[in-house]
């Protein structure tokens, strides 16, 4: 690619296998990036747009490597002298975009050459497309900075701007400019050597970053292996905890039933004798008492009326042994309650405790008055109970509520309900097929020709509700 800028192109020349031996081709794509810039400004001198835009963005495509941080700085000069030309060719699209990006740059690097070459054809695009009120604040303000610093050349840029656009102060800015550029041919030098100092900053910095990158790497991977670990040990302990609860109810559930059985047992026993008690008595009232009033009225009607007084007395003394043997038997028969085991009510009284005790839910029950639940069969007895046991179990287990009771009342002459309520999390209906152990409660109450309702939705916690039968 030639230019036509001298009989040695120095494009080739950069290229030369010789040269590339010596020197890294990272910076050789630097060199040509200086070139370029350098180029690019002649061509805009000598007003030749075009070229200077067409080498720019060439070049940028070529040369530079923007996720090297050196190659950004030089990315840098050369899209701020694109923006210049675009400006002359009043080409304004992406202008303002591209000038942001350039400034962030800046920043990024903490170069302020960058920063107030940027902001001033920032203010350049200001001033030509009406925005005044924009450019002169920040003109003002770079001019100010680039003062305290002695950066000739920004502050000649940002004269040239002042003298154009402030007709009421450019003698003013004029006067300074002329002082300013006197002092500038000194600074020749240094302007030159400005690319390799910031090649030199750029290694520095690359060098900060790697060390940088490196460290935040360790402690990321040593917070992240602390995180993992604490979290594994976290759940490890709730899963201890959950499994020892589990186990516990399970346990108190089997002594619970087996508590239940024995005295279900102990009843049955109590009721064949007292099937046996009343057999005995059937015969003893038989024996004792029926057979001797026979015996006595036999005699009576055998007695002629001048017998009669002579037998009075073992007449009646044969009456009061009857009297004083069914008086035994009716007191017998009437303290008969006082040794009586605890019926069904209390067994569910207890249950409904011993729930309370083994939880933090506060359990309750409630138990209407008239309803009469001794008088229920031994088959009713117990599923009624086990379907009890197992809602209250799932309510310690997974209601996560603070509070729950156990209402039954009479409902009808021929039926009663048992409601079971609780303020927790509550479920979704539609699941009772798969879990909780509500299945086996539904069983239970089928089997004693009941009916199982359960009302719950998210949130609003669950009723259980049976429906028995006499």
Known sequence: ???GLGRVDTFELLSDKTILSEESEAYINLSKTYLVDNVAKVYIKQEKYLKAKELLLEGIAKYINFNDVTSERYYAYLAISLASTKLKTNDYKGIHALLNEIIEIGKRNKNRIIIHKAELVLAEYYFVTGQVNLGFPLVERILEEVRSVGDF??????????????????????????????RFKGEGNL??????????????????????????RLLSTITISLFV????????????????KIGLIKMFQQDTEQYYNSIINVQKYLAVAKDRERKIIAKELNDGVVNRLFATRFT???????????HKDVLVNEVVEVEDYIRNISHSLVNEEGGKVQGFQQLLQELVLVQKRQSNIDFSILIDSKLDLESLDHRKRINIYRSIQEVLLNVALHSN?????VDIKLKTPVSFEIAITDNGTGFDTRSIKGGYGLPNVKERIEIIEGKLFVISKKSSGTKILFIIYF
Not at 237 to 244: A, S, W
Not at 300 to 310: A, F, G, R, T, Y
Not at 401 to 405: G, T, W
């Open 153 to 182: 050349e920004n502050q000649l840029k940002a004269l040239e701007l002042l003298i154009s656009y402030d007709s009421d102060r450019s003698d003013q800015f004029f006067i300074e400019y002329v002082e300013i550029s006197k």
């Open 401 to 405: 509520a603070s509070k729950c009771v």
């Open 300 to 310: 009576l009607m055998q007695l002629k009326k001048e017998e009669i007084d002579n």
């Open 1 to 3: 690619m030639k230019y």
């Open 191 to 216: 302007i030159q050597n400005s690319f390799i100092r910031i090649k030199q900053e750029a290694d520095s910095l690359n060098e900060l970053n790697k060390t940088l990158l490196e460290r935040n």
């Open 229 to 244: 670990i604490v979290t594994i040990i976290l759940l490890a302990y709730i899963y201890h905890l959950k499994i020892k």
